[in-house]
């Protein structure tokens, strides 16, 4: 490629040249009009001629500057329309994925560079939250939700079982004493989040009516439940599924065999519109990792 000398003058002159006025091309430049003025004097000396006739009242463009105005203008909108194309498209390959800080920790995370080598041209922002997203109003391609499946304005592909089950640490359990059958968790300390559904469903599974499941600690966030069922604060329901590390270690035990089956976890995505290759790019990846890990 021939080598174009002097390319931050001529883009200062093509400026200078929509405006005829080098105040109001350095405001778009970002520069004072003296370096303006400066840049239009280094090319008119290396072109040898007049680009700008200036009078008292105007500037205009000479027969020369004219012709260069004209020969350069479209190019260079050109180059700036292909730049900001750049800039989208890049802008475009970021996917915003909302979840769970707890399930990004224990399944997402330790599985996305396998994602990452297969398609690093994405590049992947994921949002953490413990509530559904609203698609119609952020910004946000494809969330992983926990519930049963059925969202307002969004389409769901289970990927993998969120069974639960009461769990809580051998320490807590010494403590507590016997804990053989559902009616002797009344009197214990319960932690949850401000949904007791959950906690009232596996009791009703259970046969158990009496014990009020709302009382307790609250804690919005699984990943900090689970801090404090390891402490010995109290007795969650979680899912075994993703509490294998610390089921098998034995820092956590299970006190039933007794599951409550309705719940699971869910990639989901507007059901306004069809995913764009990035985010179904995605969707196919998680959902395979999910059949790996319940086959």
């Not at 003058?9 to 109001?24: D, E, I, M, W």
């Not at 020969?71 to 750049?86: C, G, H, Q, T, W």
């Not at 409550?260 to 990846?285: C, G, H, N, Q």
Request: charged share 25%.
């Amino acid at each position: 490629m021939a080598y174009i000398p002097l390319m931050n003058a001529l883009k200062t002159f093509v400026v200078a040249g929509k405006y005829l006025n080098f105040t109001k091309a350095a405001e778009e430049l970002l520069v004072s009009p003296s370096a303006v003025s400066h840049q239009i004097k280094t090319l008119e000396e290396y072109l040898e001629v007049r680009l700008f006739s200036r009078t008292s009242r105007s500037m205009l463009l000479t027969d020369e500057g004219y012709r260069l105005y004209t020969s350069l203008d479209e190019p260079f909108k050109a180059i700036a329309s292909a730049v900001r194309n750049v800039m989208e498209v890049k802008q475009q390959a970021n996917l915003h994925i909302a979840l769970r800080p707890f399930f990004s920790v224990s399944w997402l995370a330790p599985r996305l560079k396998n994602f990452w080598v297969k398609n690093s041209e994405i590049q992947v922002d994921l949002i953490h939250r413990n509530s559904a997203p609203d698609f119609s109003a952020e910004n946000i391609d494809a969330a992983i939700l926990w519930g049963k499946g059925e969202w307002p304005g969004a389409e769901a592909q289970r990927l993998i079982p969120g069974d639960l089950t009461p769990v809580c640490s051998p320490a807590f359990l010494k403590e507590a004493g016997r804990i053989h059958h559902p009616e002797d968790l009344a009197g214990h300390t319960f932690i949850h989040d401000t949904d007791y559904a959950p906690w009232r469903e596996w009791l009703d599974l259970a046969g158990v009516e009496k014990i009020r499941c709302e009382s307790g600690l609250i804690y919005d966030d699984t990943n900090v439940r689970l801090q404090a069922i390891l402490n010995g604060q109290g007795i969650m329901l979680g899912c075994p599924l993703l509490l294998q590390k610390e089921l098998k270690e034995g820092s956590l035990v299970r006190l039933f065999d007794l599951e409550l089956t309705d719940y699971a976890y869910y990639i989901v995505w507007p059901d306004f519109k069809e995913p764009d290759r990035k985010t179904a790019t995605f969707i196919d990846w998680i959902s395979k990792e999910a059949e790996l890990l319940i086959r």
